[in-house]
Every structure is written in structure tokens, then in C-alpha cells.
């Protein structure tokens, strides 16, 4: 079964509005990240989590938040949504271990502002 | 996308053909992974590498750190290798983050 999930699958918000992306893992990794994939941008990192109660800046951090209220849940918040935040969300979790850094994906959170 | 750039873009190759993909780093890298998206958009771990090669079936790849590249070969192609190919370079630090490529776009015909 699937190692990372995340929740919804598909996000029609308005512009303004709240909007919270949920991920899960079972994977029992220390870090949680969240990309945006956008066309001529690959994928780039918004906010990470290093353990429960953390959350750092990523890359692109402007108009998100972070929430990481478990070892196993990473939320990202946008709470006034606008178009340019339409994007496929892409949610990972890593090992902190010495012997490997490798991230698992989930299958993506595909989000329209209108 | 400048920090990790990929070659070619867009590749088109024949069933049971041979190929390479090419990523050149200009940030100190540490390990690089290698992932296909297929056209469901789903993130498939290919390879995790320190310096070195790693082949699975079909698939290999070499990290060069001192040369700054790593390269993804792929044998005797077939229609379900098809699919747009990322290399993420995980830079030197604490941060354990990925910086990924603007990937190659394949497509195996018959």
C-alpha cells in the first residue's frame, strides 16, 4: 500500500478562500517536505518538517504555511488562496538517518484558484 | 531549474533502442536521485546515489561528483518507459532538500 498519501486529490478553490493539502506517511521518516510542480519551474520546495512541532522556509514560501502536528501528518495552509497558487502539490517524506537522504512522493494535489 | 539542468528536453526513441539522459549540477551535490513521472503524474524512485553506478533491470545510472554530472542509461527501451524523467540534486548541508531538474520528456514508439 501507498507510503505517501495526500488528500484531496483534486481542489477547485475561489480566490481568497482557505485551503488546507493534508499528507500522510507511513513510512516512519523523520522529514516531511511539500512541492509545487509548475511548467518551466520543475518542482520546488515550499516548506519542510524535520519531526513533529516543526516546520522550516523552503524555497517558495510566500502564501503557505506549515503544519506538522504528528510524526505522520504534514499540512500545508494556504489561507487566502489566488490564481498564481494553481499548481500540482506534491508532498515527500525523507530518512534523517547517515546512510540515505532518499524522498518518497505521493501521488500529487492537483489545486485550481479561480 | 539553472542550479540542475537536464539534456535533452524531449527525446523520442524507437522500442528496443538504447539512450542516455544527462544532468550537470553547478551546487555542490551531495547525492542525486532519479525519478520517472508517468502520465498519471505519479513520482516513481528510479535511483538514489552517492558517487558511483547503480543499474536495476533495464536502467543505469552513474553520479560523478567531481565532474558535476550524473547520467541515466536506459536499455532496449519499451512503450512503459515513457514518461518525463527528473534527476534532484540533494545539496551539501543540513537541510536534506532537493533541487530538481526541468526533466526529459520520453516518448518509446512501437
Known amino acids: 500500500e501507498a507510503a505517501v498519501t495526500q488528500s484531496p486529490r483534486n481542489k477547485v478553490a475561489v480566490t481568497g478562500g482557505k485551503v488546507t493539502l493534508s499528507c500522510n506517511q507511513t513510512?516512519?521518516?523523520?522529514?516531511m517536505y511539500w512541492y509545487r510542480q509548475d511548467t518551466g519551474h520543475g518542482l520546488r520546495l515550499i516548506h519542510y518538517?524535520?519531526?513533529?512541532?516543526?516546520?522550516e522556509k523552503g524555497d517558495i514560501p510566500d502564501g503557505y504555511k506549515a503544519s506538522r502536528p504528528s510524526q505522520e501528518n504534514f499540512s500545508l495552509i494556504l489561507e487566502l488562496a489566488t490564481p498564481s497558487q494553481t499548481s500540482v502539490y506534491f508532498c515527500?517524506?525523507?530518512?534523517?538517518?547517515?546512510?540515505?537522504?532518499?524522498?518518497?512522493f505521493g501521488p500529487g494535489t492537483r489545486l485550481t484558484v479561480l | 531549474g539553472d542550479q540542475v539542468k537536464q539534456s535533452p528536453s524531449a527525446l523520442s526513441l524507437q522500442e528496443g533502442t538504447n539512450s542516455a539522459l544527462r544532468c550537470n549540477f553547478s551546487?555542490?551535490?551531495?547525492?542525486v536521485q532519479w525519478f520517472l513521472q508517468n502520465p498519471r503524474g505519479s513520482l516513481m524512485n528510479l535511483f538514489y546515489?552517492?558517487?558511483g553506478t547503480k543499474e536495476n533491470g533495464r536502467l543505469k545510472s552513474t553520479f560523478n561528483s567531481k565532474e558535476s554530472y550524473s547520467t541515466l542509461h536506459i536499455r532496449d527501451a519499451q512503450l512503459e518507459d515513457s514518461g518525463t524523467y527528473f534527476c534532484?540534486?540533494?545539496?551539501?548541508?543540513?537541510?536534506?532538500?532537493?533541487?530538481f531538474g526541468l526533466g526529459t520528456t520520453l516518448q518509446v514508439q512501437p
Open positions: 515527500a517524506s525523507g530518512d534523517a538517518g547517515e546512510s540515505s537522504y532518499e524522498q518518497y
Open positions: 513510512n516512519n521518516h523523520n522529514n
Open positions: 518538517s524535520y519531526g513533529a512541532g516543526s516546520t
Open positions: 551546487i555542490a551535490t551531495t547525492t
Open positions: 546515489l552517492v558517487p
Open positions: 534532484a540534486a540533494d545539496i551539501t548541508g543540513n537541510t536534506r532538500k532537493l533541487i
